[in-house]
């Protein structure tokens, strides 16, 4: 038999569960297929150092499942509709039999899968899809009512209980094919789509170097995650959020090794902190799935669609640029703009300074963390913000308004990250990095640095009757 392989965001040969079942028995005959999308893309505000991540992960794959036996086909058309009917035509043309891929949460994902499992039946393909960038499949984790949790730590106690019994596996690469397949791929093109180039040494593309860097930060670094991981200026996160939004690594595999050197993590014991992290990312998938509004620009609360937000143009490219004049938010911001990635404590507290000091609509820096983040996932970037704008499940309280120059004072106290990023604060002592201008005046400098575009105190009033108008309105 002829098995197809659609390959998405798993771009790996190892815990593939796809790939696994496609390859289950050696003598069938194993083809790959990477369809690439650009106008629909484009729509999803793909970040171009993914699209450069995906490109030369890709590349790496090609090489890793021709040594099994497996040719990587390529192909590129507009959009997931184009895919579909592409996909029809390659299981013509290849005399498909099956079909087997990873599932994707996000709406139109959902819709195209829901196609293909309509159509490739009608010629005669059979269709498997696999629940595989998860550790649990949405929709198995459930309240006592049958419901998906709305709040995080019950959702967690649950995942962990269903983790203690019954650990799911984590499956090798497949063996080569017994047949080697004598179908010549095309070689991968590059895509219609514009890419920007990456630090190699902090994302190096493929799954041999995520594995590694997870294999090092289990060994090395998950005992100090707790103490240190709300610092910015150490570099005590594992860095592998990339991996996990491209799938060259899987939860699964994340889960594993932490266990191989952290036995307690299930326990809530060593480990248990940074297995936390992924219970989130997972957490906010089964939401996606549960509400798929989410997908459609909606709050998750209702209310929070009659919020009057303040439509400043110039405010929103001083927050882009990192110009606000608010050094943590700005160092933030830049760090993101220069490299793709942003330290989890930052996004927040950048978030919050869009959502509850500009008061700028959070849909509008969603977009635009989308659109430059390398580790751009819809699950956790669109939690994320809702988490900081207070419209989400389980957010932080709209009246719970984070002060930015004490957030920066508490995670960066020496202003060690921000000097990294602002240059132009050199001058400014320790003492006075998170209030630059306050030492200036006081010591009659100039600073060629943006004094700061809202006072905090007032914007926090205004974000509060902002908040409380649209919580009375609804
Ligand atoms: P670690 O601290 O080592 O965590 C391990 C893994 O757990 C991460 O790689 C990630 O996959 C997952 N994870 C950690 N924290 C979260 C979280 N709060 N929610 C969901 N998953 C989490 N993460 C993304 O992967 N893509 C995004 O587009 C994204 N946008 C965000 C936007 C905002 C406003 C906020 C507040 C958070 C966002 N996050 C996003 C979550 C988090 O900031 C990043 O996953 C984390 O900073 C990545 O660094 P790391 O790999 O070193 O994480």
Redesign the pocket.
Known sequence: ATHLVWLRNDLRLNDNSALWAACRRREDRVLALFIATPQQWRQHDMAPRQAEYIWRSLQLLQQGLAEKGIALHYHQCDDFSAAVSYLQQFCRERHVDALFYNYQYEFNERERDAAVERLLPQQGVTVQGFDDSVLLPPGSVRTGEGKMYKVFTPFSKACLKRLRGDLPPCLPAPEARAHVTADQPAPLAPFDYPRQSIDEQRFTPGEAAALQRLRA?CRQRVAD?PAR?DYPADEA?????V???VGTLS?RQ?LHRLLREQPHALEEGAGGV?LN??I??D??RHLLVAFPALCKNQPFMAWARQLAWQQRADHFTAWCEGKTGYPIVDAAMRQMNATG????RL??I??SFLVKDLQIDWRR??RY??SV?I???????N???Q??ASTGTDAVPYFRIFNPTTQGARFDPQGTFIRRWLPELAAVPDSDIHDPHGWAKKNRQRLDYPSPIVEHKAAREQTLAIFEAARKAS
């Open positions: 930060f995650y991981r996160t594992s860095g592998l959020s991996c996990l939004a939860p994340c940074w992290e992924l989130w990312r957490f906010y990635w942003m330290h989890n996004r927040m950048a978030a820096g969603e963390f989308m983040l580790d751009g996932d819809l699950a956790a970037n939690g994320g913000w988490w900081a």
